[in-house]
């Protein structure tokens, strides 16, 4: 089983920060892929950021300039820098990975964290 535990979400006021970070566990043997994807109420799951095991970032438009992603290879950590916040990001973020357990397999499978809540008070 593969577990990723999310933390740093709450409540800010617009212009604020936060910072989300998510650790992954379990029997996952190649992480290729790890990210944050967001949900708002009544809308899709969309991508926020992703970032490589050698570093290649990529952001939706609404946050490049504003969040930073990072990730720790030892520990199998990602985090979400997200500063200059807007009402408009509030939503459910959720952490994701991509990666394999075992070496036979010629293909990423998808993990999901439980998602924590992010709201931007105008």
């Known amino acids: 089983q593969v577990q990723l535990v999310e933390s740093g979400g709450g409540l800010v006021q617009a212009g604020g920060s936060l910072r989300l970070s998510c650790a992954a566990s379990?029997?996952?043997?190649?992480?290729?892929?790890m990210g944050w994807y967001r949900q708002a109420p009544g809308k899709q799951r969309e991508l926020v950021s992703t970032?490589?095991?050698?570093?290649?970032?990529n952001y939706a438009d609404s946050v490049k300039g504003r969040f930073t992603i990072s990730r720790d290879n030892a520990k199998n950590t990602v985090t979400l820098q997200m500063n200059s916040l807007k009402p408009e990001d509030t939503a459910v973020f959720y952490c994701?990975?991509?990666?394999?357990?075992?070496?036979?397999?010629?293909?990423?499978?998808?993990?999901w964290g439980q998602g924590t809540q992010v709201t931007v008070s105008s």
């Open positions: 379990g029997s996952i043997l190649i992480i290729n892929t």
């Open positions: 994701y990975v991509g990666g394999r357990t075992a070496a036979w397999m010629t293909y990423d499978r998808s993990y």
């Open positions: 970032i490589t095991s050698s570093g290649s970032t």
